[in-house]
């Protein structure tokens, strides 16, 4: 009859903490995939918006060559409207992009859990400027967070005492460089709206 081994003390904690490794590795690579979704979302969003600016800036162009500027004002408000909206998602897809980097860094190279930290300030931030903008990428972005709060929790206490007090100096700097990059995409993409003149019945109604 063969021995068998009895299972020590020192080999379940093993067990436990590779189990406890696999585990946050599988979490990491989940947020890692619901951001990528969520970049996909985003890049969709934008193109329908931008060629719906294009559509709306040549209706402005050919009512103010009719003259017809009250008609033309009526698109220039729908297209600000549009333009709001696409910076914003603009920021929040450089800003994803960025953080995806050093999260999929973190995978292929380990390192410690800290580093993931910036990575959830930059999503708990996309989270709040996307709720009412494209309800399903904050959908995939609140996952994600979810996912990496995981991590963070149960890899160190320390770490997760911290969790929700704010953005760390690292993710603020991802996101002011994403506003920057969003800007200059703008000027890129969207042509300048055309001047439209107030006449003189809607100066004296202000």
């Known amino acids: 009859m063969a021995w068998n081994r009895q299972e020590t003390i020192g080999d379940k904690i093993r067990k436990l903490f590779t189990n406890e490794t696999e585990s946050l590795e ?40 009719k003259k ?15 333009r709001k909206i696409s910076k914003q998602l603009l920021t929040v897809q450089y800003a994803l992009e960025n953080a995806l980097l050093k999260l999929e860094t973190f995978l292929i190279y380990g390192g410690a859990v800290s580093e993931v930290k910036p990575v959830l300030g930059v999503l708990r931030e996309a989270v709040g400027i996307v709720k009412n903008v494209a309800p399903d990428v904050w959908i995939e972005l609140q996952v994600a967070s979810r996912e990496l709060e995981a991590v963070i929790g149960a890899s160190t206490v320390d770490l997760s005492l911290d969790v929700g007090t704010g953005l760390d100096s690292e993710a603020k700097v991802i996101l002011e460089e994403a506003k920057i990059i969003a800007e200059q995409k703008m000027r890129e993409k969207f ?8 006449t003189e019945a809607e100066q004296a109604k202000t």
Not at 68 to 82: F, L, P, S, T
Not at 191 to 198: D, M, Q, R, T, Y
């Open 26 to 65: 599988k979490r990491a690579i989940m947020a890692q995939y619901r951001i990528k979704t969520a970049l996909g979302r985003i890049n969709n969003y934008v193109e329908r918006l931008s060629e719906r600016d294009k559509v709306l800036f040549e209706s402005i162009v050919e009512s103010l060559l």
């Open 68 to 82: 017809d500027e009250m008609r033309a004002k009526m698109y220039a408000k729908e297209v600000a409207e549009i």
């Open 191 to 198: 042509a300048e709206l055309p001047k439209i003149s107030v």
